[in-house]
């Protein structure tokens, strides 16, 4: 997995949650772009958890297998007849 796969989904317009899978098996959820910051290097990205107040994973991009885009939500306004 390159730096730059996993930057055009951070940077995708309109951004959709994605999850990073990682050789030790371990799946690490990206809900919203702010979530995510690539190191200056390029080979380190932190990821903030979307449930624990100041957690994070410091990932090795090199240890990433797989990026898992989620399918987009069908949510649609609908009125209702009156």
């Keep these: 997995m390159t730096i730059d796969q996993l930057r055009q989904l951070w940077k995708a317009e309109p951004f959709r949650p994605?999850?990073?899978?990682?050789?030790?098996?371990?799946?690490?959820s990206v809900?919203?772009?702010?979530?995510?910051?690539?190191?200056?290097?390029?080979?380190?990205?932190?990821?903030?958890?979307?449930?624990?107040?100041?957690?994070?994973?410091?990932?090795d991009v090199m240890l990433v297998t797989n990026l898992e885009v989620k399918p987009a939500s069908n949510r649609r306004n609908h009125k209702k007849a009156g």
């Design 18 to 28: 994605f999850v990073i899978h990682l050789a030790n098996g371990k799946e690490i």
């Design 31 to 59: 809900q919203y772009p702010e979530f995510l910051m690539p190191l200056r290097g390029g080979r380190t990205v932190l990821v903030a958890s979307p449930t624990e107040e100041d957690a994070y994973d410091i990932i």
